[in-house]
């Protein structure tokens, strides 16, 4: 929703703080006859099946690529942004010219200002990040122009773009049913500054096709627009090539949360209140922990504050509107973990940020659509072992190698090793894992597209025949090829 609505979103929701007192809020239930998803159910990946993604009418790139002029860009508003923890003040909602909201000792990008931010250095096509980060204009629901933060990411198709499901879809006030918005936009490396349009869209403007949301998101205001559901893709048109061949794109991590150092680059933006007026692009550093749930009770409670699965949150970085669906990158490998969803309002001190995971779950939902034809998860694992063999008593290293093909990274992998009666597993190099008798069960960091994780295993071996060492690697429903996910080897015990 644009800003120019902000008075009218907050009257929304002052009046549903007052009918749900006391009462959290919970993800929507699930359609009948879908089981339900479970986003907590394992520490990685899980078998638990996604929701179904809900789609726009098909839509003409080149009416919005024609629409979306530089005198239209210039008034284009930004998104309002969902909030962390609803909470309602006169100093909240103020327009205030200088914002302090993140302390001195909590700035972690060099150069910050208040809010943590900094701004990329010019020319934006020099950076991959920069290259791949862009500004999303839309008419919204209200017919008003609007802009969020969006980003490419690696698919088949080489056509998708990232962004929050807040910036896809709303529920305007007074509605009883959610619209897409429409003429979306992509201007991958905007520079609102330039003086001409060769280096304002540098690498042109994307208009969209079609857009994916997963259908636990129904943009009801003060209820799940801020939640593990806020996610969505947008399918823009084909040029002389593909968006992605044109600026390159970021590996999606399927995750569910968990410690990061990120970076997230955007389009912050107020309209005439600079830095912050969309036309630059700005980057944080931020530390993640798992975000908590949202309550629009008076009295927030343990229950209510409780971490919450598929969400990462950040005290380095206040949020600022526009910024919505603006990557989070993990530091140093620059896998997409999640986009730029939710925080507390502009202006407000201790502000945060909050980010939507790409979950099996919700993400999966998304690509299954967007991008039929991409594999988003292939993990399989294949043992070796020793070549001679092993005397009773002694120990033999066995190798576990698990690997990921396809386009996407996973994050907290849980593998599997179990040794054969009669002997034991002494030690295991190369994750964390938790040892009892003959098994071990491990969570490898991460998993990245042809760059394989070798797990090794220390196996003491007992009297007999010896047998088979196993391996066993969980990957989610995406992972067309489930066969390859169990390996073994035999140890060979001297007799």
């Not at 779950?361 to 092993?390: F, H, I, N, T, W």
């Not at 797990?455 to 992972?479: M, N």
């Amino acid at each position: 929703m644009s800003n120019r609505s902000g008075d009218t979103v907050r009257r929304t929701l002052v009046t549903t703080l007052a009918a749900l007192a006391g009462a959290t809020l919970a993800p929507p239930a699930p359609a009948a006859g879908r089981p339900p998803v479970q986003p907590g159910a394992a520490p990685g990946h899980s078998a638990a099946r996604p929701l179904d993604a809900d789609s726009s009418p098909i839509m003409r790139p080149k009416r919005a690529v024609r629409y979306w002029t530089p005198d239209r860009q210039d008034a284009a508003g930004p998104a309002h942004l969902p909030r962390a923890v609803p909470q309602f003040s006169p100093v909240a909602s103020a327009r205030i010219a200088r914002p302090l909201s993140v302390p001195t000792a909590k700035r972690l990008t060099p150069g910050a200002d208040d809010n943590g931010y900094a701004r990329v250095e010019r020319p934006y096509t020099g950076r991959d990040q920069s290259r791949v980060t862009g500004r999303l204009f839309f008419v919204n629901s209200l017919g008003q122009g609007d802009s969020c933060s969006a980003s490419v990411v690696r698919s088949a198709s080489g056509l998708l773009v990232v962004t929050a499901a807040h910036c896809v879809y709303s529920v305007p006030p007074g509605s009883a049913a959610g619209r897409w918005h429409t003429n979306f936009a992509f201007v991958p490396a905007y520079d609102g500054r330039a003086d001409d349009a060769r280096r304002r869209e540098p690498y042109g403007r994307w208009g969209g096709r079609q857009a994916w949301k997963p259908d636990g998101y129904t943009g009801i205001s003060g209820g799940d627009w801020n939640s593990v559901y806020d996610l969505a893709l947008i399918e823009v048109g084909r040029h002389k090539r593909t968006l992605q061949d044109a600026v390159g794109a970021f590996t999606p991590m399927l995750n569910r949360g968990g410690r990061h150092i990120i970076t997230t680059t955007g389009y912050p933006g107020l309209l005439g209140m600079t830095p912050y007026d969309g036309r630059d692009q700005l980057w944080c550093v931020g530390r993640t922990h798992q975000a908590h749930s949202v309550t629009l009770a008076p009295i927030v409670t343990a229950a209510a504050q409780a971490p919450q699965p598929g969400r990462l949150e950040t005290d380095n970085c206040h949020l600022h509107k526009g910024h919505s669906g603006g990557p989070w990158l993990v530091r140093g490998t620059g896998d997409l973990i999640g986009v730029l969803s939710a925080g507390k309002d502009d202006g407000e001190p201790e502000g945060n940020s909050v980010a939507t995971t790409l979950s099996p779950e919700s993400y999966g939902a998304l690509v299954r659509q967007a991008d039929p034809d991409g594999v988003y998860d292939a993990l399989s694992v294949k043992m070796s072992g020793p070549d001679q063999p092993v005397r009773p008593g002694r120990s033999a290293a066995v190798t576990a190698t698990v690997a990921a093909r396809g386009l996407a990274s996973s994050n907290r992998v849980p593998v599997t090793l179990i040794a054969p009666p009669g002997t034991s597993l002494s030690g295991v190099d190369g994750a964390r894992c938790h040892l009892a008798g003959r098994r071990a069960d491990c969570t490898i960091g991460a998993v990245h597209p042809g760059t394989p994780v070798r797990l090794t295993a220390r196996v003491k071996a007992g009297p007999g025949r010896g047998g088979p060492v196993e391996a066993r690697v969980t990957s989610s429903f995406l992972d067309p090829a489930q066969r390859d996910n169990t390996s073994t080897v035999r140890l060979p015990v001297r007799r």
